[in-house]
């Protein structure tokens, strides 16, 4: 079993930045795939970045490439996705998610979820 808790969201002007934080319990992060999604009001959760320790590989949704930036520390079992340049495109609900078996950038592929935590971008 896997528990994660999100942190890091709020409201923030356009070009401005934020760092999500994603906690992980129940085991190390490191063996599993995490990635990190958002869900704006009336739209498909969508896949924003995700990263793969056992293959070393990290993917990031067209839109947020140059801007974000997925990112682990193992010691605290966290992963962060670092966000600049934020714009009011970005607001949505994030989650953090993680699964076994691959990275995968379809959210019904993903096991276990984190409680979500808003970032609301203002022009």
């Known amino acids: 079993q896997v528990q994660l808790v999100e942190s890091g969201g709020g409201s923030v002007q356009a070009g401005g930045s934020l760092r999500l934080s994603c906690a992980a319990s129940?085991?190390?992060?490191?063996?599993?795939?995490m990635g990190w999604f958002r869900q704006a009001p009336g739209q498909e959760r969508e896949f924003v970045a995700g990263?793969?320790?056992?293959?070393?590989?990290?993917r990031s949704a067209d839109s947020v490439k140059g801007r974000f930036t997925i990112s682990t520390d193992n010691t605290k079992n966290t992963v962060y996705l670092q966000m600049n340049s934020l714009k009011p495109d970005d607001t949505a609900v994030y989650y953090c998610?993680?699964?076994?078996?691959?990275?995968?950038?379809?959210?019904?592929?993903?096991?276990?979820w984190g409680q979500g935590t808003q970032v609301t971008v203002s022009s």
């Open positions: 998610a993680a699964r076994f078996g691959g990275l995968r950038t379809s959210w019904y592929d993903y096991v276990y």
């Open positions: 129940g085991r190390t992060v490191s063996t599993y795939v």
């Open positions: 990263i793969d320790w056992s293959f070393g590989s990290i």
